[in-house]
């Protein structure tokens, strides 16, 4: 008999949660009985009473961590007999974590294979402390277990289980914009990314992208949009695209079948007069790219995005001659940078015409190289409690007056509305000067949302809708959130390391017995 499994999603109103819908679909196809529940508007813990999970799943980012562990905490009190099981981004790079009371277990890396492992294991009562990919909490310790091969045959994974997501809330079903992935991997160790911290966990395997093959991709795509309204599509893996033989593939594929304009992430200084050609030609209607900084001292020693502007700059201009969109992402306040060093980035997104040039706050997470890099020198305590689940807000590195951190923030919310009207220029320079306000970021998310339903992912949004994306605007949502608690104390447990001898299968532990102090 399966067991019962709860995904917990906070703002589960935005884009849909894929990693966390990936390993649904995985148990899934185990036997394991898999429900969301969102947290805006519910009684998180009263979802558990009804449906006594064995299981109550987390995905977290930083920030967004301490979130789920205060209501991790909470639930356990509601129920005790289950297990509070949390992965994503936080856990695969901070894996101390675990030591937050509350927390059963962590998964780091890709989730699908340890979470159907632990489930079945749990199902048919056998030993799940010794599983890969997985640190688990038992009888006042912690198993620390070494990481797994990857997945290389991406196709073999189930679809996301969308539907789930629609049992749940309907007009999730509704929303004419759906995401996706066609790849995992990246081989560029930029410092402010996730990708080299999966290479410290996985090995030079992560840098070996895995690329779904072009018809398993589309057959998602025919599958989602027969099930409700699709107007643009997203995907959003790190780069989308590396050959242009696989782009072909895919473009008379997606041509054919699905034929709607396409958003999707690239590398500005790759784009060959081929590749945007191909792009154009199979539908892509919006590229989201990197131009970081205009520094290219800061871009290459400090960002590490081994990187040279003229091939990005030039990139750039084969994509607007194609006639795509082109949404630019930009850092400010980087380690090392100068409010003048942002003023020249806002400058050359100017001077390129970007379409919409995105902005945010260099932000340390753990197990980042600029993480390492703040605090090697002196821009950051190393304290990652610190960091919001918002990298629009402020900034928690340290700057060399407070008046710059000041300037650099309000420059942050007027950014891509300046870069889009350039004659604003000499006022925004104005206005970074005053204290920081709601009315630039309001102003911020107002531009953003007008752009984003306008211009880089066009669609029609029904007027329910148009109403929550305004009200949000102004920070009101629908539904009060009952499920924020304290952060919960944190716990000094032995970890045990098992990885530090051959595999042990389940239901055994030698390791244990080696390892026990």
Known sequence: MGLKVLFVVKEIEGAEPLGALYVAGCLAQAGHECRFVGTRGNDVAEEVRRFRPHVVA???????????????????????????????????????????????????????????????????????RFIADLWVKHDGRIYKNPPRPLRRDLDDIPFPPRELLYQYDDSLRLRPLKSFTT?????????????????????????????????????????????????????????????????????????????????????GDMMTEEMVELLAWSGCHTVNLGIETANERLANEVLRRQIKMDKLIAGIKRLKKAGIVVFADNI???????????????????????????????????GTGIAKYAVDNGYFSGDFDLIDDSYYTDSVLQFSSPEEKRQIENLHKLFAVTAAIPALLPLTKQLIKLPPNDWFYSAFRAWYYICHITDVMPRRPNLEQMKEGLLSIFGIYRGFDRNRFDLPATEELPVLDPGASPPVRLGTHPREVAHAP
């Open 183 to 267: 790849n995992r991997g990246c081989p560029f160790p930029c410092s402010y990314c996730f990708n080299p911290s999966l290479v410290d966990h996985y090995g030079a395997s992560w840098k070996k992208v895995r690329i779904r093959s072009p018809e398993n991709v589309v057959r998602e795509l025919a599958h989602v949009r027969s099930h409700g309204p699709l107007h643009v599509i997203g995907f959003r893996e790190s780069i989308f695209v590396y050959s242009t033989a696989w782009l072909r593939a895919f473009g008379e594929l997606y041509r054919r079948e699905i034929g709607l304009p396409y958003y999707c992430h690239v590398r």
């Open 332 to 366: 400010l306040g980087i380690p090392g940078g100068t409010l003048a060093d942002d003023l020249a980035t806002l400058q050359l997104n100017i001077d390129l015409d970007v379409d919409y040039a995105a902005a945010t706050l260099c932000t340390p997470y753990p």
């Open 58 to 128: 987390f995905g977290a980012t930083t920030g967004l961590h301490r979130y789920y562990l205060g209501l991790a905490a909470h639930i356990k009190e509601v129920h005790p007999d289950c297990l509070t099981l949390m992965g994503g981004p936080h856990p695969t790079y901070f894996p101390e974590v675990i030591q937050t009371r509350g927390l059963d277990i962590i998964c780091r890396g890709e989730g699908e294979d340890a979470t159907v492992e632990l489930c079945d294991a749990l199902a048919a009562g056998k030993d799940h």
